[in-house]
């Protein structure tokens, strides 16, 4: 009858074909933090530099594409001037970029 049934043996704690098998896993892992996650987290540090150093007098581009001048600065919101009399109150984090001064003018 051991013929019907195999003999099972017990593993051993750690060998070379485990360590190899791991390899791809762990390649994958490294080219994916220097291609992904690097950049995307100096881009949000830059992001949030940009934030804190707006000031009244910017000229500056939203996330949406409205450009305009920055007339007052609160804790979380960012007042726009976009025209003559028009005035828009917008989230600090949408504001996407500060321009040249001069670029309304140039518009």
């Not at 490294?30 to 949000?44: E, G, H, M, N």
């Amino acid at each position: 009858m051991n013929f019907f049934i195999s003999n099972a043996y017990a593993q051993s704690a750690l060998s070379s074909e485990n360590l190899l098998s791991m390899a791809p896993l762990v390649i994958i892992f490294v080219v994916f933090y220097f291609l992904l996650i690097c950049p995307q987290s100096k881009r949000q540090k830059e992001h949030r530099e940009l934030i804190d150093n707006l000031s009244k007098g910017d000229e500056v581009t939203t996330a949406g594409g409205v450009l305009g001048k920055i007339t007052d600065v609160k804790d979380n919101f960012v007042k726009i001037q976009v025209a003559d009399n028009v005035v828009i109150t917008v989230q600090k984090h949408t504001v996407g970029a500060v321009m040249p001064k001069g670029t309304i003018k140039s518009v």
